[in-house]
């Protein structure tokens, strides 16, 4: 069974770049079909998709962050990342990386996320 | 952009009675070419990452016990758990996944009257 793991800083502060890092256990990020997707939680608020990188490295992003977003695949450390550029402290939240195999919908790849990592909090103040 | 949107935000149920939560897409999340709606449910503990629930709708997640249910086809769904536990406090989730960006609802909170 794959089982995801977050790690990151716990604070950063305004301006700079958010990097977190998810590694893969129990199988490999190369496996077809599957998509790696990023999901946040702010204090008090609902989970809000950020977005995906493929196995193949095709990404899509949050229209609402895809100016300031990068994801990113590194196949010899079985592990995906995410770089969040300019942050301000409504990205302060719980980030979680989930996965799942995607479905052809007509219009894209549809993923339900079926293996979650625990979670890290961020909290973005100087 | 589709929006999914729940119904109630929160409910409070009596132990061993019937939640019914309900979601709504602003378009069809249904596939006409394999008859699948692309809409999954999950639950949120505080403390714990969302557990996966159901999926295509009606599908449930193996190990996730039988008195949570979903139906619903098109733009209308619905999340039953037929006899409320204590252990089904939690915030539950709809999410569509039939385009992108995918998209949450914004939650129903379940607790115990």
């Known amino acids: 069974q794959v089982q995801l793991q977050e790690s990151g800083p716990g604070l950063v502060k305004p301006s700079q770049t958010l990097s977190l890092t998810c590694t893969v256990s129990?199988?490999?990020?190369?496996?077809?079909?599957?998509?790696w997707n990023w999901i946040r939680q702010p204090p008090g608020k609902g989970l809000e998709w950020i977005g995906y990188?493929?196995?193949?490295?095709?990404?899509y992003y949050s229209p609402s962050l895809r100016s300031r977003l990068t994801m990113s695949v590194d196949k010899a450390k079985n592990q995906f990342s995410l770089k969040l550029s300019s942050v301000a402290a409504a990205d302060t939240a719980v980030y979680y990386c989930?996965?799942?195999?995607?479905?052809?919908?007509?219009?894209?790849?549809?993923?339900?996320?079926?293996?979650w990592g625990k979670g890290t909090t961020v909290t973005v103040s100087s | 952009d589709i929006v999914m949107t729940q119904s109630p935000d929160s409910l409070a149920v009596s132990l061993g009675e019937r939640a019914t939560i309900n979601c709504r897409s602003s378009q069809s999340v249904l596939y006409s070419s394999n008859n699948k709606n692309y809409l999954a449910w999950y639950q949120l503990k505080p403390g714990q990452p969302p557990k996966l629930l159901i999926y295509w709708a009606s599908t449930r997640e193996s190990g996730v016990p039988d008195r949570f249910s979903g139906s619903g086809s098109g733009t209308d769904f619905t999340l039953t758990i037929s006899s409320l536990q204590a252990d089904d406090v939690a915030v539950y989730y709809c999410q569509q996944y039939y385009a992108t960006p995918w998209a949450f609802g914004q939650g129903t909170k379940v607790e115990i009257k």
């Open positions: 990188v493929s196995y193949s490295g095709t990404t």
């Open positions: 129990g199988g490999s990020i190369s496996s077809g079909d599957y998509y």
């Open positions: 989930a996965v799942g195999l995607g479905f052809w919908s007509g219009y894209s790849h549809g993923v339900y996320m079926d293996v």
